[in-house]
């Protein structure tokens, strides 16, 4: 079998012109798309941001950590495609509000957004205290609600858009020591139906990936053992790389996903079915 005609790439060994060709056409696929990646400084965002810029797009990389955020940008302009270093926090939606007009008037569209920016403040519900359920909420799902509303509104002019929320598989099946950070996830999910169903006729698709246990500075604290455990209850028994939640978001903001909406796309080695 040659590939042609199949959609299946031949080996390196035998590849022709054809494939090659063929290669070039799938990485570019973004090719004059603007994507906003949020918490894009580290982690999942990260590598989401390069994945999106190695398939054509130009990417700004939003973040807390401005600095860290130079440095993905120049990781994205040595790939070849443009990018902007912005510092926010999601959960003000005047410092989003504004980052959204730097970035219209700068690259005059957006295409993609990708709500990533998270954190944890994990504690059983008993010891939790108003702040760690107050901050989590306000980053995770209040700062997911103010990125969609400042962009969504230039994606329904244009009548085009892609949004994917990062939620978590514990949004879906809960987890003892984190209230907030599970409430705030499945919040995620809900909001994300809601807004597919308010959009979809504007040609806009709205999903939400829930990652299992991904290896980021964010799960790095995990104590050795504990990450032993979560590897046994995982059927195929590892952590889950950024570089699986990024290609499962390129999946998504890509045409070849243009009927699919509202749905949750889970990205966590089978832990929850
Ligand atoms: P990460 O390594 O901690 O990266 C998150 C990034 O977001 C950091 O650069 C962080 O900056 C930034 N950030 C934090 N607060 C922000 C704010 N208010 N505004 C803008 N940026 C902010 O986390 P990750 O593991 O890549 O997680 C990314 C997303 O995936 C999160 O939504 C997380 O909940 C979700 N997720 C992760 C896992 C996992 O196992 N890692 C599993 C399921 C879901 P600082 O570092 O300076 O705070």
Not at 32 to 44: D, Y
Not at 107 to 112: A, K, L, M, S, V
Request: aromatic share 4%.
């Amino acid at each position: 079998m040659t590939g042609e005609g199949t959609g299946v790439i031949p080996s390196r060994k035998g590849r022709g012109e054809e494939a090659d060709f063929l290669i070039k056409e799938r990485r570019l696929q973004l090719a004059g798309k603007v994507a906003l990646v949020t918490g894009a400084a580290q982690g999942i965002g990260k590598a989401v941001a390069l994945v999106l810029a190695r398939n054509g797009a130009d990417v700004i990389i939003s973040d807390i950590n401005l600095e860290k955020a130079g440095e993905t940008v120049k990781e994205i302009e040595a790939i070849g495609r443009k990018a902007m270093a912005i510092r926010v926090d999601v959960a003000n939606l005047r410092d989003v509000e504004q980052m959204v007009q730097t970035v219209m008037e700068r690259f005059g569209h957006i295409d993609i957004l990708i709500n990533n920016a998270g954190i944890t403040r994990d504690r059983l519900i008993l010891r939790m205290t108003e702040e760690d359920w107050d901050a989590v909420i306000n980053i995770n799902l209040k700062g997911t609600f103010n990125c969609t509303k400042a962009v969504v509104r230039h994606m329904s002019k244009q009548r085009n858009g892609k949004i994917v929320n990062i939620a978590s598989v514990v949004g879906e099946m809960g987890n003892a020591g984190q209230a907030n950070y599970s409430a705030s996830k499945a919040g995620v999910i809900g909001f994300t139906k809601t807004i597919a169903r308010e959009f979809a006729q504007r040609g806009i698709n709205v999903n939400v990936i829930a990652p299992g246990y991904i290896e980021t500075p964010m799960t790095e604290a995990l104590p050795e053992k504990a990450k032993e455990e979560l590897k046994r209850m995982i059927p195929m028994e590892r952590l889950g790389q950024p570089e699986d939640v990024a290609e499962a978001v390129l999946f998504l903001v890509s045409e070849t996903s243009s009927y699919i909406t509202g749905q949750i796309l889970n990205v966590n080695g089978g832990i929850y079915m």
